[in-house]
């Protein structure tokens, strides 16, 4: 026992840790996957902004209006069974994509693929407490697997879209769900007995009524909001996930229209994943040094900064001549053709800057959020992190179809500026209520 971290009384065997980081990884990069493929997609359909809006943030309405429904029955039915549930329906929802290539069909398709993969997402961070005890080796361990996934997913995925096309791009989503499925099927069976017991005893009408929403779920969520640090967490997750709606979204489609292709914009999502991972592990240093609520703020201004200037980057016409770099991969044996990005090289590295600079901010401001929250939520741990979730979808449903209106007025690249401006400046009234505050709890 001495070996082992405090506060844990006996070690998680592997099997059952392997299985829960495998639900971690390819759940939530599903996310970025989808982010690489959908915005290539639609803009293939039409290229009404304000379309391209409303599809891009369809995928993020029913994960607003029921993951803290969806949480609430992981804990009446069990996570295994409510994720199997939701990674089945992940894997069918990709393959109708390019089977229905209309509109109506595709918002209808992201709302279902939405919600199914969020679940999935949402009962892996809960599997790390119901069978790892919330344990922080774990859940950061849990934290690096989900950063793989980010790494490596979005760029094999942007070069099957260029090499194969559509239907070989979807194809691959719905693989990478069957790996969720896979991963959650070798999550082992609940073993409380307790809880066993509890399930059986349900009547077809008691699980029928389960499986309804219930207002009472949301009302202890959104409680939460009264508390001071919580409510901060739920204001600038929003404004968090405005900046990362707005990469998610309308960032690929200004990248592909300037040459720089689904291949690279992969990379560049990987890019996010890496130094996102070691922005977080700078979390504890940092919290040393500062105010979390500081941290936390700054990190968030900083992100939105970088994804809005992405017009001015392309605007400087930078240029830079990849031959050496080819010449090295190629004494090392990596033969590249470097004709389809010679044109945009130079800029693709000032965006690879930017996007890294965005990573960092981004590691530091979720692992922040989460933090803030664990330490506010006392028993209401799981409420928490639904109510934090959830946060992050109102943004990422409405911001899409905000920036793609401003887009139809005043132009794709002019939008970027409106709207980044518009975050930063309510985040900065947000900073000074919150210093206000701060100050007068110090005093």
Request: hydrophobic share 55%; with cysteine.
């Amino acid at each position: 026992m001495s070996g082992l971290p405090h506060g844990i009384s006996s070690p998680i065997p592997w099997r059952v840790q392997l299985a829960v980081y495998g639900t971690a990884l390819f759940s939530n990069s599903s996310l970025h996957l989808y982010n690489v493929v959908v915005p290539l997609w639609t803009a293939t359909l039409t290229k009404d902004p304000l379309i391209i809006g409303i599809v891009l943030g369809a995928r993020h309405v029913l994960p607003m209006l029921f993951l803290i429904h969806g949480g609430a029955m992981m804990d009446r039915f069990g996570t295994r069974r409510v994720m199997l549930i939701f990674a089945g329906a992940a894997i069918v929802v990709p393959l109708l994509y390019p089977s229905m290539p209309l509109i109506p069909a595709l918002i209808l398709f992201q709302m279902c693929g939405g919600l199914a993969v969020m679940t999935t997402w949402i009962g892996a961070q809960s599997l790390t407490g119901s069978l790892m005890r919330g344990e922080p080796i774990y859940t950061g361990r849990l934290t690096l697997a989900t950063r793989i996934g980010t790494i490596f997913g979005p760029p094999v995925v942007g070069a099957i879209w260029d090499l194969a096309g559509s239907w070989w791009a979807f194809f691959f989503l719905s693989v990478w769900a069957g790996m969720t499925f896979l991963s959650t099927w070798l999550v082992p069976r609940p073993a409380n007995l307790a809880l066993k017991k509890q399930l059986s005893s349900h009547n077809p009408t008691q699980k029928l009524s389960d499986l309804m929403p219930k207002l009472n779920d949301y009302l202890a969520a959104f409680r939460l909001v009264a508390i001071p640090a919580i409510g901060l967490v739920f204001m600038v997750t929003i404004l968090r996930h405005s900046g990362v709606a707005i990469q998610s979204n309308f960032y690929v489609i200004y990248l592909n229209g300037i040459g720089i292709s689904g291949t690279l914009i992969g990379i560049l999502f990987s890019v996010l994943g890496l130094v996102g991972g070691l922005g977080a592990i700078s979390t504890g240093w940092l919290a040393k040094r500062f105010s979390n609520r500081r941290i936390l703020i700054f990190s968030i201004a900083l992100g939105v900064f970088m994804i809005s200037i992405t017009p001015i980057i392309a605007w400087t016409g930078f240029q830079l001549d990849p031959s050496p770099i080819a010449s090295f991969l190629e004494y090392l044996g990596v033969k590249t053709d470097w004709i389809p990005v010679a044109g945009v090289f130079g800029l693709y590295v000032l965006f690879v800057i930017a996007i890294a600079i965005r990573g960092a901010t981004s590691g530091v401001a979720q692992a922040m959020e989460i933090s803030i929250v664990a330490q506010a939520a006392g028993e209401a741990q799981g409420k928490g992190a639904g109510l934090r979730v959830t946060a992050g979808r109102v943004a990422a449903v409405f911001l899409p179809i905000l920036m793609g209106a401003v887009a139809k007025v005043f132009g794709l690249e002019l939008s970027f500026f409106i709207v980044g401006a518009a975050i930063l400046l309510v985040l900065g009234w947000v900073a000074i209520k919150d210093f206000g505050t701060e100050a007068k709890l110090d005093s």
